[in-house]
């Protein structure tokens, strides 16, 4: 089965920073575009940063120049390095696999929570 299982969220102080990793399985990592999306209360879910099969990024205006998505396909593990934390980072945080050309086979893990907070 596909499973993808998010994990290193937790509350942290403003301008601190946290790394989020995704682990994937039941799927060929490699055959997958990637993403970060996130979600506070009351506001829709919205894309942080993508990461294509061939490691070309893409990020959110808002997050730009502060997080890093990377990928390590040995590890089937998706990374999301969050620097200079602002209160406006708080949500639930969520994986994203999307097959790169079944682009209809998408798959979502259950998410994880980062609280920024002084």
């Known amino acids: 089965q596909v499973q993808l299982v998010e994990s290193g969220g937790g509350l942290v102080q403003p301008g601190g920073s946290l790394r989020l990793s995704c682990a994937a399985s039941g799927i060929i990592f490699s055959n997958y575009v990637m993403g970060w999306y996130r979600q506070a209360p009351g506001k829709q879910r919205e894309l942080v940063a993508t990461?294509?099969?061939?490691?070309?990024?893409d990020y959110a205006d808002s997050v730009k120049g502060r997080f890093t998505i990377s990928r390590d396909h040995a590890k089937n593990t998706l990374y999301l390095q969050m620097n200079s934390l602002k209160p406006e980072d708080t949500g639930i945080y969520y994986c994203k696999g999307t097959h790169n050309w079944r682009r209809g086979t998408v798959y979502w893990g259950q998410g994880t929570q980062v609280t920024v907070s002084s």
């Open positions: 990461i294509s099969t061939g490691g070309s990024t």
